[in-house]
């Protein structure tokens, strides 16, 4: 199974911020993120079931705007990198340490965004192992 993250949403739009993890799932228009040990259960103890008495534990509507997934590699602490976490990272061509967010290629890449002239530059073996983790793009300021 694909691996998804994506930030709880909340009714009253409360400040919040709570990732949950699993696989994603689209129900008329709404982004649902169901966990690992999400169960299919029923009401009651009746000897048929109908569609109406069955509900799914660990089915958890998430924002849209956060959901992303993981690229299957670990930042130098050894924390999972998902798409939309910031990286800062050391890049042979530049004095300074980069920062940049994860993206996703077409190409089916996992990149950070590279401020030079070329654009995108592919998560390689040796980048990788300078990349930590220093927020996400969904984090709140202040």
Known sequence: MRQYRGM????????????VYGDKCTVEGKVYIILDDAEFCHYGNRTTISDTDLYITGFIEVR?????????????????IWEGDIVEYDYEFL????????HWSTDGYWIPL???????????????NTFEIIGTIHDKEG
């Not at 709880?8 to 990732?19: A, G, N, T, Y």
């Not at 590279?114 to 990788?128: F, L, M, T, W």
């Open 114 to 128: 590279v401020v030079v002239e070329y654009g995108y530059n592919a998560i390689d073996s040796y980048h990788k």
């Open 95 to 102: 004095d300074d340490k980069q920062r940049q967010a994860v």
């Open 8 to 19: 709880v949403k909340f009714e009253d739009d409360c400040d919040i911020q709570r990732w």
């Open 64 to 80: 849209p705007d956060t959901v992303g997934q993981s690229t299957g590699l670990k930042d130098k602490n050894g924390k999972e």
